[in-house]
């Protein structure tokens, strides 16, 4: 069934305010898939296909050769909205919601050097899917998101000492599927 999914994947240069076709995505057509870079590396992984199967397959792409590479798949099992991103050149993914529907909480390293999955602790707070992800310095921060909660929890993790940390809650509306990134010490959230 067509469900408009692609394997399309395009880069944007600032510079000339365009935008260029690079090579396809060899993995399946997907959604709910998680994505970050690590140096020069573009990574993606997990989601859904076309046919509802939930994925668990993890790729490298480089921007000086243009070519994908199939990686080691995540450690955890397979799902779909997770969250992605990654600090001091290890890539995280966590939570998500697995083949059952059923929202996780697991929080995995992936280090591209070695191209290998290491379980880190729990993500702190309620299971949940949806989320943010994103990174400050050695911290790595998830929030929003749908979970057992409000939708408002803001979680720290700390790469050195694998602890998570309770933050003050998200400040607008609850909220899940929304966007968000940071610029150099600050974090964006919206929609």
């Known amino acids: 069934r067509d469900i408009g999914l692609t394997q399309d994947f395009w880069e944007y240069d600032p510079s000339t305010n365009g935008w260029m076709q690079k090579a396809t995505f060899p993995g399946t057509a997907r959604y709910g898939a998680i994505g970050f870079s690590i140096g020069t590396k573009g990574y993606i992984g997990t989601g859904q296909d076309a046919n509802f199967n939930i994925l668990d397959d993890f790729w490298e792409w480089d921007q000086a050769s243009n070519i994908w590479m199939q990686k080691t798949n995540f450690g955890g099992t397979a799902r779909r909205w997770a969250l992605g991103f990654c600090v001091a050149n290890k890539g995280y993914i ?65 790469q050195t000492t694998n602890l998570w940390s309770q933050r003050p809650d998200f400040a607008g509306y609850p909220r899940y599927h929304s966007v968000g990134f940071n610029i150099g010490n600050k974090a964006y959230v919206g929609t």
């Open 94 to 158: 966590g939570t998500g919601v697995d083949a059952t529907g059923t929202p996780q909480k697991d929080f995995w390293e992936f280090d591209p050097s070695l191209n290998i999955w290491t379980q880190k602790a729990d993500h702190g707070g309620d299971t949940k899917y949806a989320a943010i992800g994103f990174s400050l310095g050695t911290m790595g921060y998830i929030v929003t998101g749908a979970d057992t909660g409000t939708g408002k929890g803001f979680w720290e993790w700390d």
